[in-house]
């Protein structure tokens, strides 16, 4: 029997963290602090952060196969180099929005750039509808919209077979597929996996694990759930001491590890200090599973 074992590693109070990612090469893990305008980087073996300031909201970091990162930030698809704190434009969307902002993004099997687009909000989960798309960044550094009328684009990932998407727009409540082609990069037929329970509130951030099943961050839910895809059905959910758990990812030792990100944005005094560790970055170990690495960018 494992037993699992909660942790802050980071008490960074970030405003929302989102888009962790595992980087292998550096023993880190790599995630953003959305409207705090920053990319993070936690040493699993120094236990410390180092943080680039960005001069938009940067809402996810992905790695990329030539080294370094890539970022969205603002409406924008970006270059990073960490070393020289460099922010390069690679290309914009959603032009005709000047109130959009890039929200969480991932890359697929075969290296490119996902992200959805959403209007910025006036305070969480409150904003103008269904301004956002969902766009891929591919290696030649062109830009794919899948589609249009997303309110907070959110958690996305692919099976383990490649044949399916998995899709969050938040507001539906619910987790999607859609059939993937791998070859063409083109999803179609989508459906609904999984509806969220009241309690567990707004589907954000999610990450599959090696045995096919997904792993949701539920935004004011103060949780992971684990759900079967196939079934359509909810198997595990693991509670976390604060409520605005936005995202997780495997990592460490064999992607045994979980990390999980969390917000502390639209939360007053009395509820802060109920949760002081709200918008820290959480370990959880003992899970039994684990995930998969990351796919860098192939641009
Ligand atoms: O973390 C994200 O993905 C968004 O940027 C957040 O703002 C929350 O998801 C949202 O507030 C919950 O609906
Ligand atoms: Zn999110």
């Not at 990329?64 to 890539?70: E, I, Q």
């Not at 605005?244 to 990592?251: A, D, E, L, N």
Request: charge should be neutral.
């Amino acid at each position: 029997m494992s037993s699992i074992k909660i942790e802050c590693v980071a008490n960074e109070n970030h405003k929302i963290g989102e888009s962790p990612v595992w980087n292998e090469k550096e023993n880190s893990l790599l995630y953003v602090d959305i409207t705090g305008k920053k990319v993070c980087k936690w040493n699993s073996l120094t236990k410390q952060v180092q943080a680039i300031s960005v001069d938009a909201p940067v809402s996810s970091v992905a790695l990329r196969k030539s080294g370094d990162y890539v970022i969205t930030l603002g409406t924008r698809f970006a270059a990073l180099k960490w070393k020289d704190q460099l922010v390069t434009t690679i290309t914009q969307v959603d032009k005709d929005k000047p109130n959009n902002r890039f929200n969480d993004g991932k890359v697929d099997p075969a290296g490119r750039y996902f992200a959805g687009t959403m209007a910025e909000e006036i305070r969480p989960a409150v904003l103008e509808r269904h301004q956002g798309s969902l766009y891929a960044l591919l290696a030649d550094l062109s830009v794919v919209k899948h589609f249009d009328h997303v309110d907070i684009s959110n958690g996305l990932d692919w099976s383990l077979d490649h044949k399916t998407f998995f899709y969050i727009d938040s507001l539906s409540y619910s987790v999607d597929a859609f059939d993937y082609d791998l070859q063409t990069g083109k999803i179609g037929n989508r459906r609904s996996i999984y509806k969220l329970e009241k309690d567990e509130s707004i589907p954000d951030g999610m990450c599959i694990d090696t045995e096919g099943k997904l792993w949701v961050a539920c935004y004011d839910g103060g949780r992971v759930i684990r759900l079967d895809p196939e079934a359509g059905k909810r198997i595990q959910t693991v509670k976390l001491p604060v409520d605005k758990t936005t995202s997780c990812c495997f990592g460490g030792k064999d992607y045994s590890e979980m990390y999980v990100t969390s917000a502390s944005e639209g939360m007053d005094k009395d509820w802060l200090s109920r949760q002081p560790q709200a918008g820290g970055i959480f370990k959880i170990t003992g899970l039994g599973v684990k995930g998969i690495p990351p796919y860098p960018f192939a641009g």
